[in-house]
């Protein structure tokens, strides 16, 4: 069983950075692929980055140049480098796992709020 744990969200002002951090425990981190997927008020989730093990990333259009995902082998943890966070980018994140084998993210953090203020 996978467990996950975010950390890392508050509120803050457009234009400003925030980093999100997730821990991982319960099974061998690199079998995995890592997404972080946010919730805005009132709106479905999305996709938002998604990191192999090997360290290759993918963006939703609307953070491209914005946002960073990395992981950390050593110490089993996923980051989201949020720079330029814009009031849009206001939502519930979630840090979620998928293994190689699956199609779908079956495990999932609790979700930290990042709010932005205009």
């Known amino acids: 069983q996978v467990q996950l744990v975010e950390s890392g969200g508050g509120l803050v002002q457009a234009g400003d950075s925030l980093r999100l951090s997730c821990s991982f425990f319960?099974?061998?981190?690199?079998?995995?692929?890592m997404g972080w997927y946010r919730q805005p008020p009132g709106k479905q989730r999305e996709l938002v980055a998604v990191i192999t093990a090997g360290s290759s990333t993918n963006y939703a259009e609307s953070v491209k140049g914005r946002f960073t995902a990395s992981r950390d082998h050593a110490n089993n943890m996923v980051y989201l480098q949020m720079n330029s966070l814009k009031p849009e980018d206001t939502a519930v994140y979630y840090c979620?796992?998928?293994?190689?084998?699956?199609?779908?993210?079956?495990?999932w953090g609790q979700g930290t709020q990042v709010t932005v203020s205009s």
């Open positions: 319960g099974r061998t981190f690199a079998s995995y692929i």
């Open positions: 979620a796992a998928r293994s190689y084998s699956s199609d779908n993210y079956d495990y």
